[in-house]
């Protein structure tokens, strides 16, 4: 009887230990990885966060926005981001895509009424609108166009401003990233770092 509470005791306590122990591991690794975050990379260990001119939080250059008003009319002096099918529209807490398949009628026609739109308001073909001004990523957050999305929308964005076309043209080339390790996916925009710049512009 004795022997068989020793056991336990022992049992116990050796568990105690290893529970204790890896507690301990645990707790030092994260306290690691959260130093080693801060130190080495602040910016991306806290939400790539941005900042307007007077030091306030305006967004994450993770994650995208919607440049419209309150009726959900492009703002003339944005670029305009892609749809997005997150909440009410880029709500990280509604991350998502619509789960439509492209034989789906009602994305079908919500794709062209948007192409027709976007072709309308940028003073171009239907045939020149890119794909990713007429459907949502993946995400529901992309804060990414591409190149080509981009390139139509420089005029109007010009114009509203009171810019030149090449003020408005290099402020897009210096917020497009290339390829990842110069092979990897496509270029992309990103459409709310380019409207911060142009805000801090004019």
Same mark, same amino acid.
């Given at each position: 009887?004795?022997?068989?509470?020793?056991?336990?005791?022992?049992?116990?306590?050796?568990?105690?230990?290893?529970?204790?122990?890896?507690?301990?591991?645990?707790?030092?690794?994260?306290?690691?990885?959260?130093?080693?975050?801060?130190?080495?990379?602040?910016?991306?260990?806290?939400?790539?966060?941005?900042?307007?001119?007077?030091?306030?939080?305006?967004?994450?250059?993770?994650?995208?926005?919607?440049?419209?008003?309150?009726?959900?009319?492009?703002?003339?002096?944005?670029?305009?981001?892609?749809?997005?099918?997150?909440? #009410?529209?880029?709500? !990280? /807490? @509604? =991350? &998502?895509?619509?789960?439509?398949?492209?034989?789906?009628?009602?994305? +079908?026609?919500?794709?062209?009424?948007?192409?027709?739109?976007?072709?309308?308001?940028?003073?171009?073909?239907?045939?020149?609108?890119?794909? #990713?001004?007429?459907? !949502? /990523? @993946? =995400? &529901?957050?992309?804060?990414?166009?591409?190149?080509?999305?981009?390139? +139509?929308?420089?005029?109007?964005?010009?114009?509203?401003?009171?810019?030149?076309?090449?003020?408005?043209?290099?402020?897009?080339?210096?917020?497009?990233?290339?390829?990842?390790?110069?092979?990897?996916?496509?270029?992309?925009?990103?459409?709310?770092?380019?409207?911060?710049?142009?805000?801090?512009?004019?």
């Amino acid at each position: 009887m004795k022997n068989a509470l020793a056991l336990r005791m022992r049992t116990c306590w050796a568990g105690f230990k290893a529970v204790v122990v890896f507690t301990a591991i645990a707790i030092a690794y994260t306290l690691l990885m959260v130093g080693i975050g801060q130190l080495g990379f602040p910016s991306q260990a806290n939400g790539s966060m941005l900042t307007n001119g007077e030091g306030e939080v305006v967004g994450s250059s993770l994650i995208g926005q919607s440049f419209t008003d309150a009726n959900g009319r492009a703002l003339p002096q944005y670029f305009q981001s892609r749809p997005s099918a997150a909440g #009410d529209g880029y709500d !990280a /807490s @509604a =991350s &998502g895509a619509t789960n439509k398949g492209h034989q789906d009628e009602e994305l +079908i026609s919500s794709v062209e009424e948007r192409r027709a739109a976007i072709a309308e308001r940028e003073g171009v073909d239907v045939d020149d609108v890119p794909a #990713d001004a007429v459907t !949502a /990523s @993946a =995400s &529901g957050l992309d804060p990414h166009i591409s190149p080509e999305y981009a390139a +139509i929308q420089v005029e109007r964005v010009a114009e509203a401003r009171g810019l030149s076309v090449d003020q408005v043209e290099e402020l897009v080339r210096l917020n497009t990233t290339g390829r990842g390790l110069g092979f990897i996916g496509e270029p992309v925009v990103n459409v709310v770092t380019l409207n911060l710049a142009l805000d801090e512009l004019a």
